[in-house]
């Protein structure tokens, strides 16, 4: 039988490691030394002489750290994907999302691309678009691709991906499409109430999501002149794409700073101390070219006016930090353009009073003014 | 400008907030006993399980007070001088003078009839205190920081204050609750059993009537509700009402004897058999109280004594069919905040009384209610469908004079805006079932209701019995309409 709302919250504020209790602490600890491992392996062995997870992963035959990595995303994401169905899986929003997540991920974040290379074929991921995945838009790793592939990503990134935004907010990427959401979703859930609501944190996102738009923009802009230019001044071309680290080139401080501290190391990393969604929240410039998108859209919450009592699991369970509440007891439908539409609010308001919807705005959208007053 | 408001529930800091919007000079006291900050009293249950936190049931930022420069007094009011226009706070605090004064009291328990009532682990679950209290029988504790400043107004309190802490039995057992029961089945009962069976336990609940919540609900619903806290292990008694708790040597409740002769251990007893307006402190003053201890108001909330409103649980207002209540709701808390909050300003506003609607969760089941249900209504008749797919729900439409004038829904997620729609156009039965899809909100991707023709075409039944209330006639005035207060 399929039942709306929420269940097995309720130990949320009753297990410490969920609530930065040391277990909480050790769990962030691993992630973070596993992700400094991961994208610094090279560096480190300099100083101890081995390279950890390269030497574990071909001794398993997934030839590379980054396959071996893939592979621990898919098991987490499994783990994390059936432990959340048992709290949450009482929704069939939550049953096909999470179905979905699960399955784009095994397919096509690790299988298609550990696959191909085996039959001499290109490594291809289909799930992921610029700006997030920036390297697809830079002209050589554009060159190399396959030119059917080329095409896809670049009509993907640009048309694909925000026309869909238009017609279903960016949840169909944020929540339903993309690895790092789907790992939020899933290994992150337990930890969803941690994201901050205060409005301190969300004048930060403001801020700081944007300036990543920016910078992605800029890092784009300028590795394509540099394509064209390059090779006339090579000082431009040391500065923007010079690929040796100590160039400190644009490139590759984008890379190592968005790509791998932001989205690794804090992103996933602080997932038990800050909420899972520190990195789509803060950083993601997939998230924030999207929600602009989704701000002129048809994706909105719709409120159902006069029912909101007040009580707050709504703000508490957004991922985002949204204090959902506010609109609900001030009866306003609204969009905001972090929302990435897990449809937690509404599956946890225990008044019914949410509803996620893409349907023309009409009628109900409105605010309302005061109680309705029928005649009988 | 002097304005005083007793009560910082959602009542009272509605109408603060609408008083400072417009006067951002006037002085502004808020009086409240219970709690250092406006919460959400709907969201105690919550609390307790450990799935919110208790700044998370704050509706408003703390810094609330200092933005909007509301003076805060944590204490005791305990009368009012009409003529002198005071209110006299508790102890040797000095009187607070006011132009014009808000009650917004709330209600308190109704206390339990059966002796032992008072004692050791045996409570209520109305007030932050006792939520507290119920939090330390049931885990030891809260799970967190307890609630800011808890016992700031111990030093400015009565004996008989409802916001006095209770005593823990837990703390003298040296244990958690193994075995407890719950006396009442109403919502805040419900809830109750609810918090229990989250922590893990198996609890008892009395039902004096023959089915759950008979007010609200007919036989057939509500056997689903019982089938369904059954299923989660609770003891649903039904029919069997209270004769006494029994204590242990050291006044801690250790069994009850029901009305049926049985006796069954119990180390908690939350008694859930309803509220009443908080206002013995108003006795014997200048403000007219109606029989049940309500604030007699009239249609622009003012008391009989003029430049004093009440608003919320504490007010008695009039209802449709010409009575004498308080509307115990949360929306109507906050309608009649926002529209007090203009009267102490000196404004002219009416609060016009909406139409009945209400949604809730029994457990798991989504439950909406909208329009006259269960009121008796001459010539009343019910049309039931009870649908058990892959969504299981029940959904009965109450008829009267030939057109549909309630609803009542258990399992899914309705728009109770296009169902008073329905009712104010005065739509028929037929009508109503044919255009039911539009008024759905399920969560998406849920199938929606489908009511086979023959369904649609079964026998209506006579009015649902609620056994409390004598047979009204249908109001049956001929201009029905929808419209805002706003608008007005
Ligand atoms: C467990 C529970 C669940 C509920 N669930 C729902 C629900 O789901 N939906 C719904 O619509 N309603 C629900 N209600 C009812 C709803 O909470 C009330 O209708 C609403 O809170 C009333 O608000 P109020 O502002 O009138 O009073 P209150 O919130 O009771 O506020 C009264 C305030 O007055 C102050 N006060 C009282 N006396 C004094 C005094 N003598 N001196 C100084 N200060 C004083 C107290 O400090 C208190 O803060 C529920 C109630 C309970 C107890
Ligand atoms: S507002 Fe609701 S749907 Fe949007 S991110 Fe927050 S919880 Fe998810
Ligand atoms: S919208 Fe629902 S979950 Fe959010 S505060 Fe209102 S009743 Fe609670």
Redesign the pocket.
Known sequence: MDLQGQNGLVSTYRQSWRNRGLAGVLVSALLVTFYLVLYFEDKLEKVIHMRPLTDFATSVGLRNRWYLYGLLYCVLMIVGGALYLRKHGNSRYNQLRIATNVTVQVLFGFLLPFIMPLFNGPELYVSYFWPLKYDYFYPHTLQDLPLYFAAYTVLGSLLLAPIMAYFFGKRWYCSWVCGCGALANTFGDPWRHLTSKSTRAWRFEKWSIYLVLGLVLLTTALVGMDFLVGAQHPTFHRLVAGEHWDDWSLKYLYGLVVGAILAGVVGTGLYPILGPRVWCRNFCPMAAFLGLVGKFGRFRIRVKPGMC?S?GNCSTYCEMGIDVRSYAQSDQSFTRASCVGCGMCAHVC??GVLKLSNAPRGQADKKRQGLTVVDF | MQIVI?????????AALVVRARMPEAEITI?????EH?F??????WVVCGQLDYPDIEPLERDVYARQRFRR?R????GLDAEARTLK??GDLPDLPFDSLLI??????RPGPWPGSTLGGVGH????QDLEWLEAELHGGPAKAGPPNSGG?LAHTTED???LPRTVSAVARGASSRRPCVVGGG??GI??VEVMHAAGLRPRFFIREEWFWPIAMDSKESTWIAERMREHGVDVQLEEGLECFEADDAGNVVAVKSDRGERYEVDLAVIAIG?VP?TD?LKGSAVKLDAGGGIVVDEGLESSVPGVFA?????SVRWFEGSRRP???????RE??RIAGKRLMGDAALYARGAWY???KLFDIEYTTVGLVNMNLEGEQNFYFEERGSVRSTNRVVVADGRVVGFNFLGRRWDHEVLLRFIAERRSLEYTLEHLHEAAFDTEFVPALSIPPEARRAPLSGPAPSGVREPITPPTSAASRVASQGAR
Not at chain 2, 6 to 14: D, F, I, L, Q, T
Not at chain 2, 311 to 315: I, L, P, R, V
Not at chain 2, 327 to 333: A, P, S, V
């Open positions: 009592i009580c225990p008044r | 007793v009560g910082n529930g959602v009542a009272g800091m509605e009086v409240s006993e219970e709690s406006f959400s009293r709907t969201a105690l249950m007094v204490a005791r009011a305990v706070l508790v917004a009291c709330g209600s308190r328990p679950f109305v007030t932050m107004h204050s409802p916001y919502l805040i809830e109750a509220v908080n402190w608003a919320g649980d504490c007010a509307e115990q709701l949360w929306y109507t808390g009649q905040g209400n949604s809730a």
